[in-house]
């Protein structure tokens, strides 16, 4: 079992930046795939950034170029620095983890969530 503890969120006005930070428990970390998701009110949840184990990157169209997804392994965490943030970032930012494992059995991992405002 894996826990997953998000920081950093909080109210922000337009422009400004946040860094998210995601803990995770056990001592496999740098082989989880981890993501950043979010969760708007009366929204699904979307995929914002993530990062494999060999450290490649991928971020939704809507947050490229002001959104940096980061890991480091020796600590167990992933980080979601962002930046140039809009209203429309307003969401529940959560953690994810997935672990696959040789067998193809996928174990998935989420974190609690941390709120993000972006507001004036």
């Known amino acids: 079992q894996v826990q997953l503890v998000e920081s950093g969120g909080g109210l922000v006005q337009p422009g400004g930046s946040l860094r998210l930070s995601c803990a995770a428990s056990?001592?496999?970390?740098?082989?989880?795939?981890m993501g950043w998701y979010r969760q708007a009110p009366g929204k699904q949840r979307e995929l914002v950034a993530s990062?494999?184990?060999?450290?490649?990157?991928n971020y939704a169209d809507s947050v490229k170029g002001r959104f940096t997804i980061s890991r480091d392994n020796a600590k167990n965490t992933v980080y979601l620095q962002m930046s140039s943030l809009k209203p429309e970032d307003t969401a529940v930012y959560y953690c994810?983890?997935?672990?696959?494992?040789?067998?193809?059995?996928?174990?998935?991992?989420w974190g609690q969530g941390t709120q993000v405002t972006v507001s004036s």
């Open positions: 994810n983890a997935d672990d696959l494992l040789s067998d193809k059995t996928l174990y998935r991992y």
């Open positions: 056990g001592s496999i970390f740098s082989r989880y795939f």
């Open positions: 990062i494999s184990s060999g450290g490649v990157t």
